[in-house]
Nanobody, 131 residues
Framework: QVQLVESGGGLVQPGGSLRLSCAAS????????MGWFRQAPGKEREFVAA????????YYADSVKGRFTISRDNAANTVHLQMNSLKPEDTAVYYC????????????????????????WGQGTQVTVSS
């Protein structure tokens, strides 16, 4: 059974940085693309970033482009989300998820920014941006 466990969340001031990690166990991590989503109180879950199985293609929501960076370490079965220049509107629970189709190379569009395209999800980690 695939398990995803996020870590690295916390409280940070506006303009600060956090690095989220997602550790995977079970399954074959290295052949699946991964994504990060977030959900703020009272709002729907939204896409944040995705990365293909090789780490060679990435895709970002417009709201985080230029501030967030997704990366992966297949040897360590881990995917990261480096978040810089954080804003109060980035406050949310952040979830990592595994894309349902292996060996997908091009990461873009509704195949990747759509939650139902992912089959396994972590429990989430809280990120709060506040002064």
């Amino acid at each position: 059974q695939v398990q995803l466990v996020e870590s690295g969340g916390g409280l940070v001031q506006p303009g600060g940085s956090l690095r989220l990690s997602c550790a995977a166990s079970g399954g074959t991590f290295s052949i699946y693309g991964m994504g990060w989503f977030r959900q703020a109180p009272g709002k729907e879950r939204e896409f944040v970033a995705a990365i293909n199985w090789r780490g060679s293609s990435t895709y970002y929501a417009d709201s985080v482009k230029g501030r967030f960076t997704i990366s992966r370490d297949n040897a360590a079965n881990t995917v990261h989300l480096q978040m810089n220049s954080l804003k109060p509107e980035d406050t949310a629970v952040y979830y990592c998820a595994r894309h349902q189709v292996p060996f997908q190379t091009l990461v873009t569009g509704p195949e990747w920014n759509n939650g139902p395209k992912y089959d396994y999800w972590g429990q989430g980690t809280q990120v709060t941006v506040s002064s």
